[in-house]
């Protein structure tokens, strides 16, 4: 007997064409073995929430991380702003403290002034004045002379100055304007 082999002859390229098409197929089959099946509306919605309740604690530590910081920087500015404060009201005691100083000085040099001078010569200078310095100059001059001075002076302005001494030594007088007491009409 016989046998009889058959031979198949194949061009390369066709040999080639065979080989790529192979490839691709197997490709395809991996790449469709990758991809999720399907994926349905509440498998994803628990996804989402299992992902929101594993980051929840993460997301709160982090917001009061940040509202910390922000707070820490207040505090700081409000700090700041004490500190400056602080020093701008030593410095305006310090001021004060020598402004009241002068004034003292100012006012008893000024009364020692007025404590020389002759009624008649005294009179004019103060009723020039305000009314409350000549007022506080006449009352810390003894009293011999402040008098002397208010008869040298224009009665109605000795009257006002007289006025301004009494309600000085009365008790009801208040500093604030707003409760002084108003003279019967």
């Keep these: 007997m016989t ?5 198949i002859s194949v061009s390369k390229t066709l040999a080639r064409r065979v080989l790529a098409a192979a490839a691709v197929l197997m490709l395809v089959s991996q790449v469709g073995a990758q991809q999720p099946g399907a994926v349905s ?6 996804e989402i929430q299992r992902f929101c309740t594993n980051i929840a604690d ?21 700090d700041g702003r004490i500190q400056t404060l602080e020093e701008r009201t030593a410095e305006y005691q310090d001021w004060l403290k020598r402004r009241n100083d002068f004034l003292a000085r100012a006012q008893a040099g000024l009364v020692d002034i007025f404590k020389t001078m002759k009624p008649d010569a005294a009179a004019p200078q103060l009723e020039e004045m ?10 810390q001059l003894p009293p011999r002379q402040s008098a002397l001075f208010l008869s040298e002076m ?6 006002m100055i007289s006025t301004i001494i009494s309600s000085a030594s009365d008790p009801n007088t208040s ?9 019967p009409s």
């Excluded at 305000?130 to 009352?139: C, L, T, V, Y």
């Design 3 to 7: 046998e009889t082999l058959f031979t």
């Design 41 to 46: 509306e509440t498998s994803t919605s628990d």
């Design 58 to 78: 993460a997301a709160r530590d982090q917001r009061y991380l940040l509202q910390k910081q922000e707070l820490e920087k207040l505090q700081s500015d409000v």
């Design 130 to 139: 305000r009314m409350e310095i000549a007022a506080a100059i006449i009352m």
């Design 154 to 159: 224009d009665p109605q302005k000795a009257g």
């Design 175 to 183: 500093k604030t304007p707003s409760n002084t007491a108003k003279a």
